[in-house]
Nanobody, 116 residues
Framework: QVQLVESGGGQVQAGGSLRLSCAYS????????WRWYRQAPGEGRESVAS???????DYADSVNGRFAISRDRAVNTLYLQMNNLKPEDTAVYYC??????????WGQGTQVTVSS
């Protein structure tokens, strides 16, 4: 079974930085794309950034140039470095992984709050 555990959320002032982590385990050989999503109060869940098994990355326009997604294979951990945070970045952030099947797995989410 695949498990994803996020950490690193918290409260920060506008202009600050946070780094989210997502430790994943399970059927590692089936995984091929990792994504960070977020969901603000009253809004739908949106994709923020993704990274493929070949390390190709993609970002939502709203975070491009401020956020960076990366993955450390040695410790099976996904990261999201968030810089120059804005109040509109406030949301619950979820990591997710796609595996062959196809299947998609989710973490439990971590709250990020940016105050102005």
């Amino acid at each position: 079974q695949v498990q994803l555990v996020e950490s690193g959320g918290g409260q920060v002032q506008a202009g600050g930085s946070l780094r989210l982590s997502c430790a994943y385990s399970g059927r590692l050989f089936d995984m091929y794309t990792w994504r960070w999503y977020r969901q603000a109060p009253g809004e739908g869940r949106e994709s923020v950034a993704s990274i493929t098994i070949g390390d190709g990355t993609d970002y939502a326009d709203s975070v491009n140039g401020r956020f960076a997604i990366s993955r450390d294979r040695a410790v099976n951990t996904l990261y999201l470095q968030m810089n120059n945070l804005k109040p509109e970045d406030t949301a619950v952030y979820y990591c997710s992984v796609f595996s062959y099947g196809p299947k998609q797995y989710w973490g439990q989410g971590t709250q990020v709050t940016v105050s102005s």
